[in-house]
């Protein structure tokens, strides 16, 4: 293959994974507790016959924006913000412990505490927290749970457990493909005392939309101009055989 179109087929292909990573951040500007995948560009080499002297860029996502986002008051009883560093430990579909700071939560037709993705939060015993009928809830500063059970008194309270909270150290969490943040051996990390959970508040997105948005539009223009190396390769390949004819 013509090492022109090659080049200029690897970076439309590779501008094309770029525009996932960040029409991805993008659509999820408004996803409670979202934090933004980074995206990079790293030169690769044209292996092959002749001098190594042609090199594409390939893309990747190498980590995932961990800052903050801004805490909005909701009032709601179910919705924790995690404030400062830490996580809520969740419960992913594959039975893994997974981490995440989306915080609005519910109770689903199972009485169990899920996010509002549907994922089981995990509790300091390390299963996840399933409630009995209650006509109200609190959530602590410490993650513990306290109800008023249904149909009994005003002064009848029950603690029923605890959301178990952690802090990690910076890069030992990745993003896997459930959206969820693990750890790179998958191992359950231990309870965190000094994370605190605000109620009644809701962690926005992490994503810089203005930002996203001319990242997308300047892939855009990269990719158009790709293609337009391709249909030039194919031109001067059409050429060179029309010369080689007149032989």
Same mark, same amino acid.
């Given at each position: 293959m013509d090492k022109?179109?090659?080049?200029?087929?690897?970076?439309?292909?590779?501008n094309m994974r770029s525009q996932q990573a960040h029409a991805n951040n993008l659509a999820n500007a408004t996803t409670t507790g979202f934090k933004a995948d980074f995206a990079q560009a790293r030169a690769m080499?044209?292996?092959?016959?002749g001098h190594e002297s042609r090199v594409y860029a390939m893309a990747e996502r190498p980590a995932?924006?961990?800052?903050?986002g801004t805490l909005m008051q909701t009032g709601r009883s179910l919705d924790v913000a995690?404030?400062?560093?830490?996580?809520?430990?969740?419960?992913?579909?594959?039975?893994?412990?997974?981490?995440?700071?989306?915080g609005e939560l519910q109770v689903n037709q199972f009485n169990q505490l899920v996010t509002g993705?549907?994922?089981?939060?995990? &509790?300091? *015993?390390? %299963?996840? /927290?399933?409630?009995?009928?209650?006509?109200?809830? #609190?959530? !602590? &500063?410490? *993650?513990? %749970?306290? /109800?008023?059970p249904?149909?009994?008194?005003?002064? #009848?309270? !029950?603690?029923?457990?605890? %959301?178990?909270l952690v802090k990690t150290e910076p890069g030992e969490l990745f993003k896997s493909t459930d959206g969820l943040m693990h750890t790179g051996n998958n191992q359950p990390l231990l309870p965190a005392n000094d994370?605190?959970?605000?109620?009644g508040f809701l962690e926005s997105s992490n994503v810089?939309?203005?930002?996203?948005?001319?990242?997308?539009?300047?892939?855009?223009?990269?990719?158009?101009?790709?293609?337009?190396?391709?249909?030039?390769?194919?031109?001067?390949?059409?050429?060179?055989?029309?010369?080689?004819?007149?032989?």
């Open positions: 022109v179109l090659y080049l200029a087929m690897s970076g439309a292909r590779e080499r044209v292996m092959g016959e995932t924006n961990t800052a903050s995690v404030d400062g560093d830490g996580w809520i430990a969740v419960m992913n579909a594959n039975g893994e412990e997974a981490y995440t700071r989306q993705s549907g994922v089981r939060v995990m &509790g300091n *015993g390390g %299963i996840p /927290i399933t409630l009995p009928p209650f006509e109200k809830l #609190d959530i !602590a &500063g410490d *993650g513990t %749970i306290t /109800i008023k249904l149909g009994e008194g005003a002064a #009848d309270l !029950a603690i029923l457990d605890q %959301i178990k994370v605190k959970l605000q109620s810089n939309s203005i930002s996203e948005l001319t990242s997308v539009i300047d892939l855009a223009r990269q990719f158009e101009m790709h293609v337009k190396m391709m249909k030039t390769a194919e031109e001067n390949s059409s050429a060179a055989a029309r010369i080689l004819q007149l032989q």
